[in-house]
T-cell receptor
Framework: KQEVTQIPAALSVPEGENLVLNCSFT??????LQWFRQDPGKGLTSLLL?????REQTSGRLNASLDKSSGRSTLYIAASQPGDSATYLC?????????????FGQGTILTVHP | DTEVTQTPKHLVMGMTNKKSLKCEQH?????MYWYKQKAKKPPELMFV???????INESVPSRFSPECPNSSLLNLHLHALQPEDSALYLC????????????FGQGTRLTVV
C-alpha cells in the first residue's frame, strides 16, 4: 500500500525566502507524482506533474524534482510571496490495478508573512 | 480549458433526504474520480470511472452511489447519509489510459444534519 509523507507539516516564513517542501513515498512503482496547492475551503489547483521518466519540472518560481529510487520528491519555491500561503499537497499516481489513483500526503501548511 | 465544474457548491441535507452531486468536464478526459476530504485531512479516493465504467470502488458505503452517464458527466447520488459524512466532496478528471495530470473541481461542501 502506497504511503506518502510530507515534511514539514507547517512552515511560516518572511516574504522573499526560498523554500523547500519535502515529500516521500513508500512504493517506488508510482506512475507519476503531482504537486497541488489548496486554499482554505477550496478545491485543489495543480502546480506541477512529474512523469515517472522525468527527474524535474519547472513552472515560474516553482521547481519540483523526483527521485524514484530514494522515494522522494521536493518542491522548491523561489522568492516566496504572501500569495503563496496555502496548503501544499503531493500525490503519488498509481499504475497497475490501481491505475490513476492518487495517494496524498498530509500536506504542508505554508504561511508567508509580509 | 482545464476546468472541472461541480454543482452545487454547498449542500445541507437531512439524514432521510436524497440528493445528488454533479461534476462536468469538457477536456476529453476519459477518467473521472470522486474524492472525499474531511477538515484538515488530505483527500481520500472514493470511486474511479474509466471510459464510463466503474473501475475502482474504495469500499465506499452503499449510501453513496456513483453514476457516469457520459464521458463528460459524473454524478454522486446520496441517500440516508450520516452526520459523519459531512465533508468536502471533490471531483477530478484525467486523461486515460495514459495517466497524466489530474484536474480537480472546487468541490461541494456537504453538511448532513
Amino acid at each position: 500500500k502506497q504511503e506518502v509523507t510530507q515534511i514539514p507539516a507547517a512552515l511560516s516564513v518572511p516574504e522573499g525566502e526560498n523554500l523547500v517542501l519535502n515529500c516521500s513515498f513508500t512504493d517506488s512503482a508510482i506512475y507519476n507524482l503531482q504537486w497541488f496547492r489548496q486554499d482554505p475551503g477550496k478545491g485543489l489547483t495543480s502546480l506541477l506533474l512529474i512523469q515517472s521518466s522525468q527527474r524535474e519540472q519547472t513552472s515560474g518560481r516553482l521547481n519540483a524534482s523526483l527521485d524514484k529510487s530514494s522515494g522522494r520528491s521536493t518542491l522548491y519555491i523561489a522568492a516566496s510571496q504572501p500569495g503563496d500561503s496555502a496548503t501544499y499537497l503531493c500525490a503519488g499516481i498509481a499504475g497497475g490495478t490501481s491505475y490513476g489513483k492518487l495517494t496524498f500526503g498530509q500536506g504542508t501548511i505554508l504561511t508567508v508573512h509580509p | 480549458d482545464t476546468e472541472v465544474t461541480q454543482t452545487p457548491k454547498h449542500l445541507v441535507m437531512g439524514m432521510t433526504n436524497k440528493k445528488s452531486l454533479k461534476c462536468e468536464q469538457h477536456m476529453g478526459h476519459r477518467a473521472m474520480y470522486w474524492y472525499k476530504q474531511k477538515a484538515k485531512k488530505p483527500p481520500e479516493l472514493m470511486f474511479v470511472y474509466s471510459y464510463e465504467k466503474l473501475s475502482i470502488n474504495e469500499s465506499v458505503p452503499s449510501r453513496f452511489s456513483p453514476e457516469c452517464p457520459n464521458s463528460s458527466l459524473l454524478n454522486l447520488h446520496l441517500h440516508a447519509l450520516q452526520p459523519e459524512d459531512s465533508a468536502l466532496y471533490l471531483c477530478a478528471s484525467s486523461q486515460f489510459p495514459r495517466v497524466a495530470e489530474a484536474f480537480f473541481g472546487q468541490g461541494t461542501r456537504l453538511t448532513v444534519v
